[in-house]
């Protein structure tokens, strides 16, 4: 079930936690409701996100295994390394002047992050709430790899996001924030990210042009999804109730971080 959710958390691993400087952040996230309580699974993923310049790494911990992934925005791709596996997939962004196939109109995405003007206090740091919204077809998401059947079944399913963002501009690299977002956006790669598994996430690059307009950290997120739709498997979704995600950061460092950790380790096997 864990690997269903895979590159929802590698995009909300790439977009989560950015800053330029040095600095270490350790953030976790609980899921509750929907397939999660279906699982009977405890599903707190922790991550530990290194950035360092124009380069992050971040390291994700599930209870089915870890993962990390290594962005670097000079190069313009991404690394995802299985450790499991001892894998590195490489993933690189579209090359300049190529299209992407474009976003059918059962495609709704709102692309917006809106400031509320609600402020609060978190660990010390003053946060101010920001909310969002995107509505995704089902069967867009699914990709190519998605039998016909499912996607027939899909076909009149969306999935709903709607959440907030707590963001400080006083945390550590806060105030680094907004330039290395843009560099992020530019470099195209959560987009690319996204595509992880073979499930795609149309729009994604119009949510991170968004997200780019945020001046500070994330500090906290709430996110949650729900099923809309017709027919008997928006039914069966339904019942299963709203998943909610939570992200809270747990610290924060300016340490300086070695560069072998942004490399690919030894004895990894590269995979295109």
Known sequence: MVKRWLPTLVVFAVCSTVVRADVTIVQTMTMEGGMVAMSGQNIAPKTTTRIKGLK??????????????????????????????????VIGAPAAGTSTAPVTATVKLDGSVNPTGKSQVIDGYKCEEYTFSTTLSMSEVGGPNMPPEAAAMMKDMSMVMKGSMWVTKDAPGGAECLAYQKALYSADLASAAAGVGGVKMPGIDKMMKAMASVNGLAYMTEMT??????????DMMRQMGAMKMITKTNSISAAPISDDLLKVPDGYTIVK
Do not use: C, F, W, Y
């Open 56 to 89: 992050s790494r971040t390291d994700i911990e599930v209870p089915t295994g870890n993962m990390s992934t290594i962005a670097d925005l000079v190069a313009k791709q991404i690394i995802i390394l299985q450790h499991a596996q001892k894998t590195a997939q």
């Open 225 to 234: 999804m729900t099923i809309e739709g017709t027919g008997q498997m928006a």
